[in-house]
């Protein structure tokens, strides 16, 4: 079964998060990548806790998506310790463009 007639859609900046509104968007984004690439390795917590070192309830809390307890600093970190890089551009901001776009390059 189709759907006809014109279909209205707004392309994505690359952030989810952002393009529904949500605050610390950035945080959220690289949380959710973070969480993404434990889940896609199946490690068990205790694990997670050894390969990024830290301890279990903290495993726990990103494993549930309280980033906003962690940095975004230190999230960064746990991407550089599962072996991604973080790209970082500083670049003039056109007038109307957000002060920060953060994208998940796969």
């Not at 694990?47 to 230190?74: C, T, W």
């Amino acid at each position: 079964m189709g759907v006809s007639g014109p279909h209205n859609y707004t392309e994505s900046s690359g952030n989810v998060f952002a393009d529904v509104g949500l605050g610390a968007a950035d945080e959220l984004l690289t949380g959710y990548s973070v969480r993404q690439i434990l889940k896609d390795r199946n490690l068990k917590q205790l694990e997670v806790a050894e390969l990024l070192d830290i301890k279990q309830p903290e495993v726990s809390n990103l494993m549930l998506g309280k980033y906003h307890l962690f940095s975004e600093g230190r999230l960064i970190h746990f991407l550089n310790k599962l072996d991604h890089k973080v790209f970082i551009q500083i670049s003039q901001r056109d007038e109307g463009e957000p002060f920060q776009d953060v994208a998940l390059i796969l």
